[in-house]
């Protein structure tokens, strides 16, 4: 790999001390110039993708292998599962980051395989990952532990190298272009990763800040991922890559990145159920000249709003893509005595399925909703709750309203996404989760998942 030659090689950092983080955050929405634009991880100068069919499925012509590179001084940071199985690749790939953070080194590509998750695999999967890295950074000029792996599919089932040593060499000589208008290799890529998903899932958003010396610089941040089931993440999503082009320090990236992942894929939840193999990593390229941004700079919370919304979009579309699904469903509460109540109490909204179910039968059962609310363990009064639906008020101060059932049938007819707000009347924490409703669908995909 050659190096990036568009950031200087001794960056200059940028750094204002006693910047109003609060103040700078409130406003950094005016600095999105485009808040929807197309292109994923295409859309991210300095990023080359693909995506190929190597083997990994017994249908030939589906892409099963994706292989995102960065250019060599891109920072790189990661979140991974908390699920004790965890699969080899992120074993693998934790020790990778902890070396690469260690050597005070650089992250050059993650290779993404779907097919089989390389879970439960024991010793045997743990090499086949590391022979993985090994064969990616003979192929892109690299060391082995600059390589992160990722792995989703079926657990338990060996993982063989041969549709690496197959695929690998097709997917370099398939890498587009990293001058940030390369859709058609995101497009690949995403396509790659799918399991059980319908669609691919892209987002990509762009904001422009000024920095210290009052220059504008125009930055790039987007991603892709997949996740359709076994949804309910623990500092991560099932598989998720997101870039940017602006350079930022290893501290900015590790602390941009959950703090974005706690508010984005943190709060959906499809099946309550955390995967093995959750992982979600950021490259930084730093392919756009401009000083390398630092926690205490003031580009910084322009920077974690534009990953935050990137975040939240593809959470929402992992919601809306769960398995069997007809609903988005949104769960807004407000009136919390703290975050960790507003939090337990919106979860056990979303995670319960006679809520899910009921959405999906479009039956307006908010006691299905305070019965959620009740065994959260969250601290309030059942006399003070208020809860709407689709907009409108069926419970408040705890109590029954008149509302309108033919209304409420025709809103689950035409909403796409349902939105339940719930004020507990407790506080001022309030929380937001994203799920989906439970279908029989749901049931079927995953009673023939391994046939």
């Excluded at 549709?163 to 940030?180: C, I, K, N």
């Excluded at 322009?302 to 609903?327: H, M, P, W, Y």
């Excluded at 009136?335 to 960790?340: H, I, N, Q, S």
Aim: proline letters at 3%; aromatic letters at 4%.
């Amino acid at each position: 790999m050659t190096a990036d030659t568009t950031q200087a090689t001794e960056p200059v950092t940028e750094t204002a001390t006693g910047t109003d983080r609060e103040a700078a955050m409130a406003t950094a929405m005016e600095a999105m110039t485009e808040t929807d634009i197309s292109g994923g991880l295409g859309a991210v100068k300095g990023i080359k993708c693909s995506g190929v069919a190597a083997g990994f499925r017994q249908d030939p012509t589906r892409k099963d292998l994706a292989l995102i590179v960065a250019p060599q001084g891109a920072t790189a940071a990661a979140v991974f599962t908390q699920n004790t199985f965890c699969a080899a690749p992120v074993t693998v790939s934790r020790t990778h980051l902890d070396k690469i953070i260690e050597l005070e080194d650089t992250a050059c590509a993650v290779v993404i395989n779907s097919g089989n998750a390389n879970a439960a695999t024991g010793e045997a999967g743990k090499q086949t990952a590391i022979r993985t890295a090994q064969l990616a950074a003979e192929a892109l000029d690299c060391k082995p532990h600059q390589v992160l792996i990722a792995s989703t599919g079926v657990v338990g089932v060996p993982l063989s190298c041969d549709p690496f040593e197959a695929g690998l060499p097709l997917a370099v000589a398939a890498l587009g272009t990293d001058d940030g208008t390369d859709a058609n290799a995101a497009q690949a890529a995403a396509d790659a990763i799918k399991t059980t998903d319908t669609v691919s899932k892209q987002a990509a958003v762009r904001f422009t800040a000024t920095q210290s010396d009052g220059i504008e610089v125009t930055y790039t941040v987007g991603g892709m991922c997949k996740g359709s089931g076994m949804i309910a993440p623990d500092m991560a999503t099932m598989l998720a890559v997101i870039a940017t082009d602006a350079a930022l320090t290893q501290e900015a990236a590790t602390l941009a990145l959950r703090e974005a992942v706690d508010v984005s894929f943190n709060r959906v939840t499809v099946d309550s159920d955390t995967s093995t193999n959750d992982s979600v990593f950021l490259f930084a390229t730093g392919a756009t000249p401009g000083k390398t941004i630092t926690t205490d700079c003031p580009v910084y919370p322009l920077f974690v709003t534009a990953l935050t919304q990137v975040c939240e979009n593809l959470a929402r579309q992992i919601a809306r893509d769960g398995e069997g699904a007809s609903k988005l469903i949104t769960v807004k509460l407000t009136g919390a005595l703290d975050e960790v109540d507003a939090d337990c109490a919106a979860r056990a909204v979303a995670d319960s399925p006679l809520v899910k179910t009921a959405i999906a039968g479009h039956d307006a059962n908010w006691g299905r909703i305070a019965m959620a609310l009740g065994k959260s363990g969250a601290d309030f009064e059942q006399e003070k709750v208020s809860i709407a639906l689709m907009g409108l008020p069926v419970c408040k101060d705890g109590l029954a309203l008149t509302f309108d059932e033919e209304k409420a049938r025709q809103l689950f007819d035409e909403l796409d996404e349902i939105i339940i707000e719930v004020d507990l009347g407790a506080g001022e924490a309030s929380a937001q989760i994203w799920t989906c409703d439970l279908t029989h669908e749901y049931v079927s995909l995953n009673s023939d998942y391994r046939s």
